[in-house]
């Protein structure tokens, strides 16, 4: 292989990072030369600490060390592992970035970077549809080191842009699409919000995915992923990781190395292992959930689709712009109340009740009773989440047994079974007359 095309799998080769299609860096991204015992995939180097033959080994690593210059070999595991650096190098490359660093959990990357980069009295702009934990970390934890987070309402960046505090805020938080109800960014607008202001930027990009797109492609700063969801694409870890330019995310680096959100190499591996299919995994995804929304849209036991991939949906314009693919959540409402929703669900038999996303397998949720059980009616009201809400996190099983599936479960919704009587009714009486 030349060096060139090396470089771009690699990550580096910045100017040219358009070259090789997602899915080619998602096979072979990272590390291609120089494995161990040649092996094909990516050895699990599973130990904590790396040895020194003599004395004078540690004393040539420590000078070059000191003099910028030690990254020829690991020293300790919690400063790195060459299975977690294949996985970042590969990430990297998948994301157009210079650099990638991988944390314990999504939840992880998110703390590790504001601990990184926040001074004391600094300010934070966030977007209300972000993330649970991502708010809870800001408004209450980081509240507590004197740091203040304004949120703001997604898709208005007058209001964005007015939040900013000079010298005061030091980065815009958003997501897109966000959770569940599927807001897309402007991610160009976002940017360019930044760019102004000199506010560092960060996407979360986990319902994306690299696949669908590059928010550093369109000049946002870092971009993170929960790797739990569509990168490892199994429901067996759980992982994060930054993206963003060299220099960032050595500083990421070096605090992981203090805060200590190491990922387990076992876990590492995993995510290599994960990542390689995730071009085909999305492209099935992507598809499922677009046919779901459509049948789901005109089905009349549902009172409301939200899909980015959808006309109806309020960010359409901007998603069939800037994304490549509307990803594999599908989120809507079923025409009845809270029990009328869980006896449909109940009778689902391919999704499975949990949290989570991303994974092969359908996933069904009610966040009424999900992520939002402790609260009352009233209160879930407030947060925009009703009792008959529906997220759908759609797999990769075949499309026709996943709508065939939805089919049954609706047809035992009261609404839908009155609508079919009605028919029947109006039916009879044109036959009649
Ligand atoms: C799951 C998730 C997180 C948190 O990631 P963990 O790996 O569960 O810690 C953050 N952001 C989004 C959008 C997520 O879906």
């Not at 934990?133 to 949120?151: A, N, P």
């Not at 009349?300 to 990803?327: C, K, N, T």
Request: hydrophobic share 40%.
């Amino acid at each position: 292989m030349d060096a060139h095309l090396n470089d771009l799998l690699n990550g580096r080769g910045q100017e040219d990072r358009n070259e090789s299609g997602s899915s080619t860096r998602a096979v072979h991204g990272g590390a291609r030369r120089n494995k161990a015992f040649n092996s094909l995939t990516e050895p699990v180097v599973q130990t904590a600490t790396y040895t020194f033959r003599d004395t004078q080994d540690l004393i040539d690593f420590m000078e070059r060390k000191t003099w910028g210059d030690g990254d020829d070999r690991e020293e300790y595991g919690r400063y790195g592992n060459p299975t977690v650096t294949a996985v970042e190098r590969k990430l990297a490359a998948l994301d157009g970035g210079d650099d990638a660093v991988l944390y314990s959990s999504g939840m992880n990357a998110v703390t590790s970077v504001l601990l990184t980069i926040l001074p004391a009295g600094a300010h934070i702009i966030m977007t209300d549809d972000c993330y649970r934990r991502t708010r809870q970390f800001c408004l209450t934890y980081l509240k507590r080191f004197g740091i203040e987070t304004s949120v703001v309402p997604m898709g208005d960046y007058e209001a964005m842009e007015a939040a900013i505090i000079p010298k005061k805020t030091r980065i815009i938080i958003s997501e897109s699409p966000t959770n569940p109800y599927l807001r897309i960014a402007d991610i160009e607008r976002v940017a360019a919000l930044g760019k102004k202001h000199k506010v560092l930027t960060l996407i979360d990009s986990t319902f994306a995915t690299p696949i669908n797109q590059r928010p550093l492609d369109w000049g946002i700063d870092l971009v993170m992923h929960s790797a739990t969801k569509y990168l490892s694409g199994h429901n067996d870890i759980l992982v994060g990781v930054v993206t963003g330019r060299g220099d960032r995310i050595k500083a990421l680096r070096d605090s992981r190395g203090v805060l200590g959100g190491v990922v387990d190499p076992h876990a590492a591996y995993l995510l290599d292992r994960g990542i390689k299919t995730l071009g085909v995994r999305m492209g099935q995804q992507n598809a499922n959930a677009l046919a779901v929304a459509q049948f789901l849209e005109t089905h009349p036991a549902i009172e409301r689709v939200w899909y980015p991939g959808l006309a109806s949906h309020p960010d359409h314009a901007v998603a069939a712009e800037q994304m490549s693919g509307f990803g594999g959540v599908v989120t809507f409402e079923v025409k009845g109340d809270l029990k009328i929703t869980s006896d449909f669900i109940d009778r689902l038999r391919i999704p499975y009740i949990a949290p989570s996303l991303g994974g092969v397998e359908s996933l069904i949720e009610q966040p009424a009773l999900m992520s939002y059980y402790e609260k009352t009616t009233e209160e879930r009201l407030a947060l925009g989440m009703k009792d008959n809400l529906v997220r759908f996190a759609v797999g990769i099983e075949d499309t026709d047994d996943l709508l065939e599936d939805l089919e049954q479960a609706l047809s035992g919704v009261p609404v839908y079974q009155t609508h079919v009587r009605q028919l029947n009714d109006l039916w009879e009486k044109r036959f009649r007359t």
